[in-house]
């Protein structure tokens, strides 16, 4: 069984920044592939980033790339998400999750979720 608790979120301004993390209680998470995801009220649970087990290969939606970055420690069981140039439209409920590829998009494809951290941006 793996738990994951994410935090870090809050309240920001539009153009700032902030680093989520989501520790891991596993003794497998370092062989774990992870993900973040976000939910904005009314929408469906949209793929944000994605990481492999050794941090070697990261994966990005469109319209994130080049402003998150996704990294792990594993030393920590902690992976992390950080944010910048934020904008309204990030605001959403931001989960981490736990899955055995990190190809993959789909939050089906993902077997174990925490219980998510708030991301509001406005002014």
């Known amino acids: 069984q793996v738990q994951l608790v994410e935090s870090g979120g809050g309240l920001v301004q539009p153009g700032g920044s902030l680093r989520l993390s989501c520790a891991a209680s596993a003794r497998t998470f370092s062989s774990d592939a992870m993900g973040w995801f976000r939910q904005a009220p009314g929408k469906e649970r949209e793929f944000i980033a994605s990481?492999?087990?050794?941090?070697?290969?990261?994966y990005y939606a469109a319209s994130v790339n080049g402003r998150f970055t996704i990294s792990r420690d594993n030393a920590k069981n902690t992976v992390y998400l950080q944010m910048t140039s934020l904008k309204p439209e990030d605001t959403a409920v931001y989960y981490c999750?736990?899955?055995?590829?990190?190809?993959?998009?789909?939050?089906?494809?993902?077997?174990?979720w925490g219980r998510g951290t708030q991301v509001t941006v406005s002014s």
């Open positions: 990481i492999d087990w050794s941090g070697g290969s990261t």
């Open positions: 999750a736990a899955g055995r590829s990190a190809q993959s998009t789909r939050a089906a494809q993902y077997g174990y």
